[in-house]
């Protein structure tokens, strides 16, 4: 192993949560699909192979290992060689069953850890095929990018995959030689300096103590002074307790939900949206918040207020980084009021709740400009990382949910050449593990151009203080589907 160098402080808040098992990997997850299926099932693992080697050219940290791990200084190392029957898996071929498939294929990968830090990159390609021709022949692919978060975020996954669909449509282009299942690294690749390295984080003296506050102040004296989003006294927060961990530091568990909004209702919200100057990440938020309501009070459980985390892409503040695979995130606070209206079982969305979706609009697009007062900038206050994340993961969560919305992504336009296979992503899916050390939910979207919007809902079993999970969290999607077709339908 070579010494690349040390972890920023972002990177070792993430190192810490997989290393005490309260976190694991982040997962996007495509359909890819030729124009024209040609691909012999005997030789897909050489076409992902030889792609996949292409990627490997580009991204250092599928080269990268973490040292020290457990400590407070963990080391960035670089490994010469790698063996990619660790890291790609082509599983049997599956029949159809778009939501089944995908969210299977999701919760196992979720459950399953990357391996030994220390020595393996902490990533992982599946490609599971579908067979959708009447003749069961294979049509699609599954294809899903799995990491840590400790060196990649939710923007890595499409940089990836961006790559992956070029190396594909070039397949034919290459050395008709197969993919080496044990390349070396490029002697001059190297891997992006982290976030705090990359862009100075000021942080404000009145910020410091509007977050400071909160972990030295009673709550009835920072609502009196109005510091910031605090929880109110009728937020939903999940169990009163997590769920006991073992003293092995194993893996949590995580269970996800799967759902695709049609186009035609995702490109109905987006002109709502924009007639209204308001952001579809500000609409989710709220969306978010109005279906767990609903939801709650189909188990006679009242809540009107909901503390949220929305994850941030910060590389419009880091000059030529688009392209780049790191972990280059932070995360916005709010909080989400709703009215008595959103327990009941209609679901109206008037000229006033828009209001404050243009307002969460506002602050998500300020926020995502600036690396001025960004919550990961408070990372480096903390002196021991390993304690304090230890310490949170003990205690209930003081969010209801996350959201993170990727966007959309871009299919590459198709190779000239009419001898290659045209490739395409027919859609894209993001999810994460079940947090041990935040939120009891996550809701996580992404789209592809052209494309349906998904929507995946994580959570860690035994966190959400109901009886029957599955069907609650089933209800949430159905609530938040059904309240995105009303808007869509009537924009």
């Keep these: 192993m070579q010494f690349v160098r040390h972890a920023g402080f972002s990177e070792r808040r993430c190192i810490a949560r997989d290393t005490l098992g309260l976190y694991g990997a982040i997962v996007t997850l495509t359909t890819y699909a030729e124009r024209v299926p040609q691909i012999p099932e005997t030789v897909i693992q050489d076409v992902f192979l030889k792609a996949l080697n292409h990627c490997l050219q580009q991204h250092a940290v599928l080269w990268t290992v973490i040292g020290n791990a457990e400590s407070n200084e963990p080391r960035l190392e670089e490994v010469p060689q790698l063996d990619l029957k660790k890291h790609l898996r082509t599983l049997a071929p599956e029949i159809g069953g778009e939501i089944r498939v995908t969210q299977r294929l999701l919760e196992d990968i979720h459950n399953e850890p ?18 959708g021709a009447p003749d069961g022949t294979v049509t699609e692919y599954k294809v899903a990018f799995a990491a840590s978060h400790a060196l990649t975020d939710g923007m890595s996954g499409f940089v990836f995959h961006s790559t992956l669909l070029e190396a594909l449509q070039g397949t034919c282009q290459m050395p008709s030689n197969p993919g080496s299942n044990h390349p070396t690294k490029p002697p001059d690749l190297k891997l992006p300096v982290a976030l705090d390295q990359a862009v100075p984080l000021p942080i404000s003296w009145s910020y410091f103590w509007k977050i400071a506050s909160k ?45 695709f909004v049609p186009k035609q209702v995702l490109e109905g919200v987006l002109r709502a949206c924009r007639k209204r100057n308001a952001r579809l990440t500000g609409l989710l938020n709220r969306l ?35 392209a780049r695979m790191a972990n280059y995130f932070s995360t916005v606070s709010e909080t989400v009021v709703v009215g008595t209206a959103e327990h009941g079982n209609g679901f109206t969305f008037s000229d006033d709740d828009w209001e404050p979706v243009r307002r969460s609009s506002d602050l998500l697009r300020k926020k995502s400009s600036s690396a001025a007062d960004q919550s990961v900038a408070l990372l480096r206050y903390v002196n021991d990382i390993q304690e304090w994340t230890a310490k949170i993961g003990k205690k209930p969560p003081t969010d209801s949910y996350t959201t993170s919305n990727l966007g959309v992504f871009k299919n590459r336009d198709d190779t000239d050449d009419a001898s290659c296979p045209g490739w395409s992503v027919k859609d894209i899916a993001f999810s994460q593990t079940g947090n041990g050390a935040g939120e009891p939910l996550s809701f996580n979207f992404a789209s592809v151009g052209n494309g349906p919007l998904s929507l995946v809902v994580c959570w860690e079993p035994r966190t959400l203080g109901v009886s029957d999970e599955e069907a609650f969290v089933e209800n949430i999607c159905e609530l938040l589907v059904d309240s995105l077709t009303a808007i869509g339908s009537n924009p």
């Design 288 to 322: 978010a918040g109005y279906a767990l309501a609903g939801a709650l009070a189909h188990h006679a459980l009242k809540y009107s207020a909901f503390s949220v985390q929305t994850a941030i892409d910060l590389r419009n503040c880091i000059p030529g980084t688009r």
């Design 215 to 259: 972990e030295v102040l009673p709550r009835s004296v920072l609502r009196w002074i109005g510091s910031g989003s605090t929880p109110m006294h009728d937020t939903w927060l999940g169990a009163p307790n997590r769920p006991e961990r073992r003293e092995n530091r194993e893996l949590l568990r995580t269970a996800v939900r799967v759902v």
């Design 114 to 131: 990357l391996g030994d830090r220390h020595i393996i990159p902490q990533w992982r390609l599946y490609v599971l095929p579908i067979r």
